[in-house]
């Protein structure tokens, strides 16, 4: 089995889903996942502005916020992460970025903030590491922190096309909670968490599987 680490109350699965795979995480998320290509494409669609406060959500290693960061820098960036491990590394890599993001610990499905205190929220491949209860409430927490009018930008596992994409989604569900995603659930469930507009703008093939963009906003 995974090994598993708690805060508080809470267990969450470390990237990579064990902790001596850690190192490897940004490897794999850059080869496996087309990373510069689609972190790239949500950076475009959440269109940050100056002034407004951005939540990188389950941030891991950091490169989504510090991307977000370097594309807006008169914007407050900041990751929140279970795991310590990847905050350190997520550190690290701001500092040599010479990018100021804020990170802080905390759990996707409780997080550590007031009501709506973020003007855009982001998160990228972090939902299908949390059971469908988990994956509720961390789209409620998101919607909650979101301000009247926010956004939220996500990518995720998506329903598969063509037999190649389907045999792969089988083996994601193995290996992960993969199965909201690609038995397309993931519109409903921002609808259900009380968000507006939800829509999956884009879809990318990748080694592991089929993923998406998906948009969504709270209501003004």
Request: hydrophobic letters at 45%; one cysteine or more; charged letters at 25%.
């Amino acid at each position: 089995m995974a090994e598993a680490e708690e805060v508080g109350q809470e267990r969450f699965l470390t990237a990579l889903k064990y902790p001596w795979l850690t190192p490897l995480y940004d490897p794999v998320i850059r080869w496996f996942f087309r990373e510069r290509t689609i972190k790239g494409r949500l950076v475009d669609l959440a269109a940050i502005r100056p002034g407004e406060r951005v939540l990188d959500v389950g941030c891991g290693t950091g490169t989504l916020a510090i991307l977000l960061k370097k594309a807006q820098p008169h914007a407050t960036v900041v990751g929140v992460d279970g795991d310590p491990a990847v905050l350190r590394m997520a550190r690290r890599k701001a500092l040599e970025a010479g990018a100021e993001v804020a990170w802080d610990h905390g759990m996707v499905q409780a997080l550590p903030y007031w009501d709506v205190s973020f003007d855009v929220v982001v998160s990228s491949l972090v939902l299908h590491h949390l059971s469908h209860d988990d994956k509720t409430r961390a789209l409620r927490e998101a919607h909650r922190i979101l301000r009247p009018g926010g956004s939220f930008h996500l990518v995720e596992f998506t329903r598969p096309s063509g037999a190649l994409m389907k045999s792969l989604a089988k083996v994601s569900q193995l290996l992960e909670e993969t199965e909201d995603g690609v038995e397309g659930r993931l519109l409903g469930m921002l609808r259900n968490a009380g968000f507006q507009d939800s829509q999956e703008v884009e879809t990318f093939r990748t080694p592991l599987g089929t993923v998406a963009l998906f948009h969504a906003r709270k209501a003004a």
